[in-house]
């Protein structure tokens, strides 16, 4: 979808300029110098992408890419993936990758080094080579919360009194009133991300260079991202406890 302005190659995002970059002239771009394909509705905010679909098992993912690579990142299926291109729900911010496919592959290679029995699949040279990023979706909650709270502790001491010692204990109640705000309450919204591997991988850098970023669909060049499959209100009561 984002093509080099200088001759026309492909661009993809560079981790390390941060910045779209050229396959071809290696000419490089800021991602705000691209002005995006949105529609803004009555209901929600929107944004062009392609899309496709994997003809085994369904999965769907999204991408600024022409054409993705002939496996399924869901099922790991050798198979056809259907292209569309559509309009959907445009997230309101991003987190770009800032490690690389040759340093993921590496740091999964050691992690698995020593894993006895481990299936020759995750070993193969091809399969290790084809590596993707892949954005997943989160829904990002602000949350309000008071109530009372009453605690039972207890608390201990050691005396001595006549040449013995002695255990003096006390039993208290606290009750107190608290009222809180919690921004930016992440939960992963992709029903086929694991969740303990989402909960693993927090908490993620929200300031700074490394940081969240207001989206924009270029920073899916060269890279994948998982639709949000879990609506946001089947999250909220687990958010609030």
């Known amino acids: 979808m984002y093509k080099c302005p200088n001759c026309g190659g492909n661009l993809f995002y560079d981790l390390n300029a941060r910045k779209l970059v050229c396959e071809s002239c290696k000419s490089d771009f800021a991602v705000d110098d691209f002005p995006e394909e949105a529609e803004v ?9 392609n899309s496709f679909v994997c003809s085994q098992c369904g999965g769907e993912i999204v991408s600024a890419d022409e054409q993705v690579t002939g496996y399924c990142p869901f099922c ?7 292209k569309t291109s559509e309009y959907t729900e445009r997230p309101e911010f991003i987190l770009p990758f800032t490690i690389s496919r040759d340093n ?7 992690s698995v080094s020593s894993v006895p029995f481990l299936p020759d699949e995750l070993k193969d ?16 909650y602000n949350v309000r919360s ?44 992709s029903i086929t991300f694991d969740d303990h591997m989402s909960e693993a991988i927090l908490p993620y850098p929200v300031n ?34």
């Open 208 to 241: 700074g260079a490394d940081g969240v970023k207001p989206f924009h669909p270029a920073y899916l060049c060269g890279f994948y991202g998982d639709l949000p499959t879990v609506d946001a209100d089947a999250c909220k009561e687990t958010v609030l406890n």
């Open 104 to 110: 993921c592959r590496d740091k999964f290679q050691n």
């Open 76 to 82: 790991g299926s050798q198979t056809e993936v259907k």
């Open 41 to 49: 509705t009555a209901d929600r905010d929107e944004f062009y992408i």
């Open 146 to 189: 008071e109530g009372h709270i009453t605690e039972n502790g207890v608390s201990s001491r050691h005396t001595f009194e006549g040449g013995k010692e002695y255990v003096v204990t006390r039993y208290y109640t606290r009750d107190y009133d608290y009222r809180g705000r919690f921004k930016r309450i992440p939960k992963d919204a």
């Open 125 to 140: 040279a091809d399969n290790l080579s084809s590596f993707v990023g892949i954005y997943m979706p989160f829904w990002l």
